[in-house]
């Protein structure tokens, strides 16, 4: 991966309005998610003693390294049936809990900045990356409608984002991701194969050794 297109980040420490176009409707949004980070993190956290953080199974019966849980009206599942929304936790056999009202307002807010106002998510993925831990390059193609954008927050230790292109041999941009950090793709970008690569040991103030990365999603 040494030889692929780099995106370095410098360290932010302070939130950036600007976004940083990547791609035609792909944008990073440089630490906008640090003014409120207290306030996710203790939303993230009430959430997930709701609905715990678990390993999925994979269709093919493997487990999941990155621990998921979720949020909103709909939740991302994976099991030996295949990878679907649905409105119940299949772990409490209750509803997933409700969106909190900070994680939504960042996301419609992140998104309107990249040009998608009216963003409303019904669905956010909480995934939790511990060392070791990556994402291999996939699309998010199990939403019913296409025209919503992707928003992705990344809090607590860095990661190197993998930004791929329509096929999944199209060689991926390695994107720096910072706690505090909003990723947003939609429109002709919207079926981009995208990934995270092995998360290096390190130690984030907050989070430890973890990286939290919160997907929200327009699914039904
Ligand atoms: C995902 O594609 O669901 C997660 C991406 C990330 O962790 O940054
Ligand atoms: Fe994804």
């Not at 035609?24 to 609905?51: D, K, M, N, P, Y």
């Not at 963003?119 to 199990?142: E, V």
Request: proline fraction near 8%.
């Amino acid at each position: 991966m040494t030889d692929s297109p780099h995106i370095s980040t410098s360290q932010r420490l302070f939130e950036s309005d600007a976004p940083q176009a990547l791609a035609a409707a792909t944008f990073l949004l440089a630490g906008f998610a640090l003014a409120r980070q207290h306030e996710l993190l203790g939303e993230i956290e009430q959430v997930l003693r709701e609905s715990p953080l678990r390993h999925m199974q994979t269709p093919g019966g493997f487990t999941m390294s990155v621990a998921m849980s979720n949020c909103g009206a709909l939740g991302w599942v994976s099991d030996r049936k295949g990878y679907r929304y649905t409105p119940m936790d299949p772990l409490t056999n209750a509803p997933w809990p409700v969106l909190p009202s900070c994680m939504q307002q960042l996301a419609t807010e992140a998104a309107a900045l990249c040009g998608f106002a009216g963003f409303m998510p019904d669905a956010c993925l909480i995934n939790r990356y511990a060392p070791g831990t990556r994402m291999s390059l996939h699309q998010d193609k199990n939403e019913v409608d296409y025209s919503a954008p992707i928003v992705s927050v990344s809090l607590g230790v860095d990661a190197a984002f993998q930004l791929g292109g329509m096929q999944r041999s199209d060689k991926p941009l390695r994107i720096g991701l910072q706690h505090g950090d909003v990723l947003v793709w939609g429109g002709e970008d919207r079926l981009r194969f995208h990934g995270v690569l092995p998360i290096k040991p390190q130690h984030h103030p907050l989070m430890g050794p973890d990286r939290i990365n919160l997907t929200f999603r327009k699914a039904g």
